[in-house]
C-alpha cells in the first residue's frame, strides 16, 4: 500500500447525497485507476486516467464521477445517481507498463 | 474482449501441504498475467506478474505461476502453506495493446488449516 493513501477509510452516505472519495499517490506514476469491490464479484474499473487532465470511462462508470487535475490525485464522487454505490472502493496506479499498485480502499456504505 | 476464470470460490488445505490456486483466461493476442492477494479489508497485494520469457514465474512469500499458453492457464502455486496464507487471491488478465485495463477474477478465497 505505501505510497498511495486513501481516505476515509470508511464512509456512510444518505439517500441523495454526493460523496468523495480521496485517492493521493507519491510514487509519480503516470496512470490512475478506480476499481469497485462487490463480494464475489472481483473487481470492476469505474475510470481511470493515463496523464492529468485526461480520463476514461471503465466498465461501469454511470453514477460516478472523477477529476485529475494533479498527477498526484484522482478523486472519485459517487454521485446521488449511482443507485447501488454500497461498495468496497479501490484506487490503483501503475507507472508505464508495469505492475498496478493498490491502495488500502474505502468503504462506502448507503444509509 | 478479455476474461478471466477462477473456477473455485474457496481452496481448503491443511499447513504444509501444497497450495495451488486456479486461474484460466481469454484474450486475442497476449497476455499479461497477475496474481493478487487481499487480506481482510486492505488493498490488493501484488504477488506476481508472467509478461514474457520463462513459463515459471517466481514470486513474493514463496508463491510461483505457471504459465501454460495451450491450455491458456495461469495457476498460483505455493510448495508448503502457512496458515498466515489464508486470504483472497485475484488472478489478473490485460492485453499487451491495452495494458492498463486490468479484467479480474472472481477471486478464491483460501483457508489454511493448523
Known amino acids: 500500500d505505501g505510497g498511495i493513501t486513501q481516505s476515509p477509510k470508511y464512509l456512510f452516505r444518505k439517500e441523495g447525497q454526493n460523496v468523495t472519495l480521496s485517492c493521493e499517490q507519491n510514487l509519480n506514476h503516470d496512470a490512475m485507476y478506480w476499481y469497485r469491490q462487490d463480494p464475489g464479484q472481483g473487481l470492476r474499473l469505474i475510470y481511470y486516467?493515463?496523464?492529468?487532465?485526461?480520463?476514461q470511462k471503465g466498465d461501469i462508470a454511470e453514477g460516478y464521477s472523477v477529476s485529475r487535475e494533479k498527477k498526484e490525485s484522482f478523486p472519485l464522487t459517487v454521485t446521488s445517481a449511482q443507485k447501488n454505490p454500497t461498495a468496497f472502493y479501490l484506487c490503483?496506479?501503475?507507472?508505464?507498463?508495469?505492475?498496478?499498485?493498490f491502495g488500502p480502499g474505502t468503504r462506502l456504505t448507503v444509509l | 474482449a478479455q476474461s478471466v476464470a477462477q473456477p473455485e470460490d474457496q481452496v481448503n488445505v491443511a499447513e504444509g501441504n501444497p497450495l495451488t490456486v486456479k486461474c484460466t483466461y481469454s484474450?486475442?493476442?497476449?497476455?499479461?498475467l497477475f496474481w493478487y492477494v487481499q487480506y481482510p479489508n486492505r488493498g490488493l497485494q501484488f504477488l506476481l506478474k508472467y509478461i514474457t520469457g520463462d513459463n515459471l514465474v517466481k514470486g513474493s512469500y514463496g508463491f510461483e505461476a505457471e504459465f501454460n499458453k495451450s491450455q491458456t492457464s495461469f495457476h498460483l502455486k505455493k510448495p508448503s502453506a502457512l496458515v498466515s496464507d489464508s486470504a483472497l487471491y485475484f488472478c489478473a488478465v490485460s492485453q499487451t495493446d491495452s495494458w492498463g485495463k486490468l479484467q479480474f477474477g472472481a477471486g478464491t478465497q483460501v483457508v489454511v488449516t493448523p
Open positions: 484474450v486475442s493476442g497476449n497476455p499479461y
Open positions: 490503483a496506479t501503475q507507472k508505464g507498463t508495469d505492475t498496478q499498485y
Open positions: 486516467s493515463q496523464i492529468v487532465n485526461d480520463f
